[in-house]
């Protein structure tokens, strides 16, 4: 059985996930293309069965699935009741068994959670990772793997971003959308399935990219990831993110009182930005790494990645009140860099209901 480290060009990560195979702007145009596939090692599958899963599912997340159709996909937030976000997801469901595709490091965090959750309802939660795999690429590159299949019905996850999914709402005001042809999606395989891709690209008979090229796109596409993305004190509407893992008018939930009053009412407190990096010294920041306008911090580096045809990119979460349109600079272990910016969530998002500000009693009385 081959293993990546036998691919040609292969670099792994120090969890044994694939970095790159040599050239990750190559793979970002072949995995663009379909002509590549994506080994997601910083994936993680669990699944729900029971009749009440979905509706199980709907009374805990941001999204509506009770009348979820089998084969559709969409994701779902687990927020706090503050309103933050806690787990994300992406769903497909089978028409018997709920499929989530999870980040790994929240993998065994949320299985936990969705155990002490289940009370008497007639649901079964359950951690897939050691006998099932997830492999990315676009809908046609993943549609010629042999994804399980257990209801006569492929696993296969076809991100609905950036599309507004019914109950959503975009904050971004940029068309087209840069994520609008990004073609992505991901499908939950057995182990014996991802060693026969790994033996064919060993082979030289399958290409492969990395995760390198995987994030890349995402970023550029200004696609919120849970284990990049997130801090404690996220709040979905600060991603965008209201456009595919939130249902406005769907039932309750934990941390729906904030989603609607941030929405309806408010503003969202920080706001992700993205950013084109000077790289004529190839310093590239991490994340952490404090975002200035001026001598002020306003925020701070979320994702990083260098794209084929954007060269140096960012994404960061920065102040609602931090000016719009002029260049930031980024504090960087190496020195500094100047970064322009490009609105994603906009200073005045939210506040979308529009409630009139009524005159107090005392000054209506003498104005009669």
Known sequence: ???LAEVPGAVLDDDGGLRHVGSPLTEQRRLASGS???PLADRRVLTVGGEDRLSWLDSLSSQALTHLPAGVSTELLI???QGRVEHAAALVDDGATAWLIVDAT???????????????LRVEVRDRSDELAVIGGTRDAVSALSAVAPEGRAVVWVDPWPEVSPGGWAYARVEPHPGADRDWAEAVVERAELDRVVAAA??????????????ALRVAAWRPRLSVDADERLLPHEMDWLRTAVHLSKGCYRGQET????????HPPRRVVALQLDGSDSILPSRGDAVRAGDTVVGAITSVAVHHEDGPIALALIRRNAPEGVT???????????????????????????????????????AE
């Not at 929240?106 to 008497?120: C, G, H, N, Q």
């Not at 989603?259 to 408010?266: F, R, S, T």
């Not at 910016?341 to 209506?364: N, Y």
Request: proline share 6%.
């Open 36 to 38: 590549a596939l994506a």
């Open 106 to 120: 929240d993998a065994e965090p949320l299985a936990a959670w969705l155990t002490r959750m289940r009370f008497r």
């Open 328 to 366: 930031l600079e980024i504090d960087t272990a190496d020195g500094v860099i100047a970064a322009a910016q490009e609105t994603v969530v906009p200073s005045d998002a939210g506040a979308t209901a529009g409630v009139p500000r009524l005159p107090r009693l005392g000054r209506r009385r003498a």
């Open 259 to 266: 989603v609607a009053k941030v929405h309806n009412l408010g």
């Open 79 to 81: 927020l706090d009741p």
């Open 1 to 3: 059985m081959a293993t």
């Open 202 to 215: 060993a082979a030289g008979e399958q290409s492969l990219a990395g995760r390198e090229a995987v994030e």
